[in-house]
C-alpha cells in the first residue's frame, strides 16, 4: 500500500507542483514595471526603462534604455529569464533579444481601461502570481464609479503640449467615459493626434483637462474665455500625469478623482 501511494505522488507532482515563477525580470515599460510591483514582484525585476518612475523602489532597478530605444546588450547581460516590452514599441529589439534566446514576452497595446486586467492577467500567468492578479483586478473595479451620467459632460483633454489629444483608440478616451465625460475626440479613429485649436473651439467642450502645461497659458490662447469650460471653471489640472497617462493600477484612482472634479465631487 505504502508504494502504492509512492507511485501516486509521484504521478500527481507534475500536476500539483506550482508553475515556476520567473526569478530575473525585465520590464521595457513603465505601466509593466507598476504592475509588476502590484503584484508583489518587484523583488523580480533586474532591468526597467528610464521611464520608470513609480514605485520609488523602481529607482533602484537597472536601466536598459527606454521602450522605444532599449539598449539590447544591457538587456541581454542582466540575463533575464523573461522580457516584458509593448508590442508596438521595439519590434526590432525584440527580434533581436528573441534571437539571442532570450524569452520575449510582446503584449498588445491597451485600447481601452478593460485591456489593463488583460494584461496584469498575462503578467500575472507568466511570473506565477495569478492569486495576486485576481486580487489586484478586484480591488481595481471596485475604485471605478458605479453608475455613469445618461449625459457625459464633453471633456477635451490636452495630454501633452502642441494640442496632443487621445482619439478612439487610446485607453484615455475610455477613462474619460468612466469619469462621466465624452471625449469630444472620442470618433476619431486614431491613438493620439494633434487636434487644432480651431477645432476645439468649434466643439466647444464643458471641461478641459491639462495634463500638460498650465491654466494659465490655456487662458491666454485666443478667444479661450468663450468656451463652456472656461465659464464652468472646469479647467483641470490636478490629475497626476503620469498615473493618468500610464495603462497600470493607479489610473484608477485617478479616475475616480476626475469625476469628483468632472462633477464637484470632494
Excluded: H
Excluded at 23 to 48: C, K, N, Q
Excluded at 103 to 115: C, G, H, Q, S
Excluded at 172 to 191: H, P, S, W
Excluded at 258 to 265: A, E, N, R, S, T
Amino acid at each position: 500500500m505504502a508504494k502504492i501511494k509512492l507511485l501516486l505522488c509521484c504521478c500527481l507532482l507534475p500536476v500539483l507542483a506550482p508553475a515556476v515563477q520567473a526569478r530575473r525580470v525585465v520590464s521595457l515599460m513603465p505601466s509593466y514595471t507598476e504592475i509588476i510591483f502590484a503584484l508583489d514582484a518587484g523583488s523580480e525585476l533586474v532591468g526597467v526603462t528610464n521611464f520608470c518612475t513609480w514605485p520609488p523602489a523602481a529607482a533602484s532597478v537597472e536601466k536598459a534604455g527606454d521602450y522605444l530605444r532599449p539598449n539590447v546588450e544591457k538587456v541581454y547581460s542582466l540575463k533575464p529569464d523573461v522580457v516584458f516590452t509593448g508590442a508596438w514599441a521595439a519590434a526590432s529589439s525584440a527580434k533581436q533579444l528573441a534571437g539571442l534566446g532570450v524569452k520575449v514576452v510582446a503584449l498588445p497595446e491597451e485600447k481601452n481601461v478593460r485591456d489593463i486586467f488583460a494584461t496584469i492577467r498575462r503578467i500575472a500567468a507568466e511570473l506565477g502570481r495569478r492569486p495576486q492578479a485576481e486580487k489586484l483586478e478586484r480591488s481595481l473595479k471596485a475604485l471605478l464609479p458605479a453608475a455613469l451620467p445618461e449625459k457625459p459632460l464633453k471633456v477635451y483633454m490636452e495630454a501633452d503640449t502642441g494640442g496632443w489629444t487621445p482619439g478612439a483608440d487610446s485607453f484615455l478616451t475610455d477613462a474619460i467615459r468612466l469619469a462621466g465625460g465624452a471625449n469630444i475626440f472620442g470618433k476619431e479613429k486614431r491613438g493620439y493626434f494633434q487636434a487644432s485649436w480651431e477645432e476645439v473651439l468649434l466643439l466647444d467642450p464643458d471641461a478641459v483637462i491639462l495634463l500638460s502645461g498650465s491654466r494659465e497659458e490655456f487662458l491666454a490662447r485666443p478667444m479661450a474665455g468663450t468656451l463652456a469650460a472656461v465659464r464652468a471653471g472646469r479647467i483641470i489640472t490636478g490629475l497626476d500625469r503620469d498615473a493618468f497617462s500610464r495603462p497600470a493600477p493607479r489610473l484608477f484612482s485617478e479616475i475616480a478623482r476626475l469625476k469628483g472634479f468632472l462633477y464637484g465631487q470632494k
